[in-house]
């Protein structure tokens, strides 16, 4: 009886090619299992085999996803699979939006099961969990040994034909189910309040998502006489981009001097954002840093000065934890220097 036949996608760092330095890797093949895959193939069943590895590096995907998912599913599509694996990604945003790509197009356009796997947090999660089968994991690879039985297992039965639901085989809800009950709405409603109220356990039908509550500080007394710093996830960096900051799936910021500059010219500032049309921000990327705008205010006395240093970073398909880490390291170093105020744009 021939075997399954698995296909996995990985980025450039767990094929082993290298790191950031190597994140605009064309897409290849290999046969047989790579990296990760190893691991997989020891989890899988012995009706189950990992044929072929298809490799691709984060930024050259995601700048080039138009053209780079068409022929990764070829390379996929040539090995003749029954199933498809990619990642994990964990909280990768630049890995986590290409494994999301392949499996949902491999699921859409190859009609085959795959599965990958995500932290919570990860861009990835959110876009493409209506479509793919995406396993909850850690936040870091330093979980990969943990991730890898639950991922095996869901795939294994997807590619066997086995029922699945997200509750018994631990994967993001993909999309609400319709089912009879001969109760109304209105009674399970009132029978999960009088749980509430008794402080007895009860499930919801409808899960609301959990956002961080930030509570405001206080307003600035006197504008006149307070500092204000400039903050963007709107990408606006120095002509050419020094930092190499990614158009989406940000892995940095960064620091750029703003002291003596008046105005941002075409000449001298443009935006890495990929998520918006950037020719009016790369005409003037005062329109997304006004710093023209504060230096009149400071002119007019309306202001009483600007910090000499601006942070930039790209907020599209950004991991929150990423963007968390990037505003508490600024947010150190606006309250060392007497910041008062932040002024925060995106696009």
Same mark, same amino acid.
């Given at each position: 009886?021939?075997?399954?036949?698995?296909?996995?996608?990985?980025?450039?760092?767990?094929?082993?090619?290298?790191?950031?330095?190597?994140?605009?890797?064309?897409?290849?093949?290999?046969?047989?299992?790579?990296?990760?895959?190893t691991?997989?193939?020891?989890?899988?069943?012995?009706?189950?085999?990992?044929?072929?590895?298809?490799?691709?590096?984060?930024?050259?995907?995601?700048?080039?996803?138009?053209?780079?998912?068409?022929?990764?599913?070829?390379?996929?599509?040539?090995?003749?699979?029954?199933?498809v694996?990619a990642?994990p990604?964990?909280?990768?945003?630049?890995?986590?939006?290409?494994?999301?790509?392949?499996?949902?197009?491999?699921?859409?356009?190859?009609?085959?099961?795959?599965?990958?796997?995500?932290?919570?947090?990860?861009?990835?999660?959110? &876009?493409?969990?209506?479509?793919?089968?995406?396993?909850?994991?850690?936040?870091?690879?330093?979980?990969?040994?943990?991730?890898?039985?639950?991922i095996a297992?869901?795939?294994?039965?997807?590619?066997? !034909?086995?029922?699945?639901?997200?509750?018994?085989?631990?994967?993001?809800v993909?999309?609400?189910?319709?089912?009879?009950?001969?109760k109304?709405?209105?009674?399970?409603?009132?029978?999960?309040?009088?749980?509430?109220?008794? !402080?007895?356990?009860?499930?919801?039908?409808?899960?609301?998502?959990?956002?961080?509550?930030?509570d405001?500080?206080?307003?600035?007394?006197?504008?006149?006489?307070?500092?204000?710093?400039?903050?963007?996830? !709107? !990408?606006?960096?120095?002509?050419?981009?020094?930092?190499?900051?990614?158009?989406?799936?940000?892995?940095?910021f960064?620091?750029?001097?703003?002291?003596?500059?008046?105005?941002?010219?075409?000449?001298?500032?443009?935006?890495?954002?990929?998520?918006?049309?950037?020719?009016?921000?790369?005409?003037?990327?005062?329109?997304?840093?006004?710093?023209?705008? &504060?230096?009149?205010? &400071?002119?007019?006395?309306? &202001?009483?000065?600007?910090?000499?240093?601006y942070?930039?970073?790209?907020?599209?398909?950004?991991?929150?934890?990423?963007?968390?880490?990037?505003?508490?390291?600024?947010?150190?170093?606006?309250?060392?220097?007497?910041?008062?105020?932040?002024?925060?744009?995106?696009t």
């Amino acid at each position: 009886m021939s075997k399954i036949r698995v296909v996995h996608y990985i980025n450039q760092f767990f094929a082993g090619i290298g790191g950031e330095e190597k994140a605009d890797t064309k897409p290849f093949k290999q046969d047989g299992p790579v990296g990760p895959g190893t691991a997989f193939a020891k989890k899988l069943p012995e009706d189950m085999e990992i044929v072929g590895t298809v490799v691709c590096g984060d930024s050259y995907f995601n700048e080039n996803v138009d053209t780079v998912l068409p022929e990764v599913l070829d390379m996929i599509k040539s090995y003749e699979p029954d199933a498809v694996l990619a990642g994990p990604a964990f909280n990768a945003g630049r890995y986590g939006m290409a494994a999301g790509a392949v499996t949902s197009a491999v699921i859409k356009e190859l009609g085959i099961p795959a599965v990958t796997g995500m932290y919570e947090e990860n861009p990835g999660t959110d &876009i493409y969990k209506k479509v793919a089968y995406i396993v909850p994991v850690g936040n870091s690879a330093a979980t990969m040994r943990k991730a890898i039985k639950p991922i095996a297992a869901l795939l294994s039965k997807l590619a066997h !034909g086995e029922a699945v639901d997200p509750e018994t085989d631990n994967y993001f809800v993909r999309h609400r189910a319709n089912f009879f009950t001969n109760k109304p709405g209105a009674v399970r409603a009132a029978e999960m309040l009088v749980k509430k109220l008794n !402080g007895e356990a009860f499930v919801t039908e409808y899960p609301m998502p959990d956002f961080d509550k930030v509570d405001p500080e206080q307003a600035v007394p006197d504008l006149s006489k307070a500092k204000i710093a400039l903050v963007t996830s !709107g !990408g606006i960096v120095p002509k050419g981009n020094p930092d190499h900051i990614e158009s989406s799936s940000a892995s940095k910021f960064g620091r750029y001097c703003i002291d003596g500059v008046e105005d941002l010219t075409e000449e001298t500032y443009e935006t890495a954002h990929g998520g918006y049309d950037p020719s009016y921000a790369n005409a003037d990327a005062d329109r997304v840093l006004p710093v023209d705008v &504060i230096r009149e205010e &400071i002119r007019e006395g309306k &202001i009483g000065e600007l910090y000499p240093y601006y942070f930039a970073t790209v907020g599209n398909g950004t991991a929150v934890a990423s963007a968390k880490k990037y505003g508490h390291a600024i947010g150190e170093e606006l309250k060392e220097n007497g910041v008062d105020a932040v002024i925060l744009t995106s696009t």
